[in-house]
T-cell receptor
Framework: GQQLNQSPQSMFIQEGEDVSMNCTSSSIFNTWLWYKQDPGEGPVLLIALYKAGELTSNGRLTAQFGITRKDSFLNISASIPSDVGIYFCAGQPVSGYALNFGKGTSLLVTP | GAVVSQHPSWVICKSGTSVKIECRSLDFQATTMFWYRQFPKQSLMLMAT?????????EQGVEKDKFLINHASLTLSTLTVTSAHPEDSSFYICSTPQGVHNEKLFFGSGTQLSVL
């Protein structure tokens, strides 16, 4: 499947700062999802987005499905040390249902 | 969300041996199971899709005789890495789709395979 363009590749921030990351694709997706992966663990679903323009929050996390259906962003507000991990975007293509994943954004938060 | 139990968490084996990884769905029936492979600091790469009672579908470049997948029941899917070699060392993760359009993937905890 097509790999999504996810940026930034890594972020090193201080506790309390806000974080923003995004994913873009040359193809349209029906669904955008954001996952977090801790070291040595499988990814955990954070947010799922289903409609163009949709803005959804999960606690301090907010994600949006781009109007063009080719992009999505994830914001984390007031970061805390336990936000450390790798965040992946994933998109479900129009044809088929196997997800395509971004390369991930590695987030480090210092106290 | 759906709970997928994956075992073992890690395995170290000698080159040439075979390793079996199990994924069990604990609170639902998993008609479909995806198997992913992940190298350090890399994204998840889909290896194959298994459907209960039928042959698995492998992605291009994945050797089906090397990575044997069995999905004989609705609660258990297995991946066997046959005649493992050091280049097979990787993090293997299973996942099952849920949701109206099977858009949400719920992942097992992964298996770190190290082949000596």
């Amino acid at each position: 499947g097509q790999q999504l363009n996810q940026s930034p590749q890594s972020m090193f921030i201080q506790e309390g700062e806000d974080v923003s990351m995004n994913c873009t694709s040359s193809s349209i997706f029906n669904t955008w999802l954001w996952y977090k992966q801790d070291p040595g663990e499988g990814p955990v679903l954070l947010i799922a987005l289903y409609k163009a323009g949709e803005l959804t929050s999960n606690g301090r996390l907010t994600a949006q499905f781009g109007i063009t259906r080719k992009d999505s962003f994830l914001n984390i507000s007031a970061s805390i040390p336990s936000d450390v991990g790798i965040y992946f975007c994933a998109g479900q293509p129009v044809s088929g249902y196997a997800l395509n994943f971004g390369k991930g954004t590695s987030l480090l938060v210092t106290p | 969300g759906a709970v997928v139990s994956q075992h073992p968490s890690w395995v170290i084996c000698k080159s040439g041996t075979s390793v079996k990884i199990e994924c069990r769905s604990l609170d639902f029936q998993a008609t479909t199971m995806f198997w992913y492979r992940q190298f350090p600091k890399q994204s998840l790469m889909l290896m194959a899709t298994s459907n209960e009672g039928s042959k698995a579908t492998y992605e291009q470049g994945v050797e089906k005789d090397k990575f044997l997948i069995n999905h004989a029941s609705l609660t258990l899917s297995t991946l066997t890495v046959t005649s493992a070699h050091p280049e097979d060392s990787s993090f293997y993760i299973c996942s099952t789709p849920q949701g109206v359009h099977n858009e949400k993937l719920f992942f097992g905890s992964g298996t770190q395979l190290s082949v000596l």
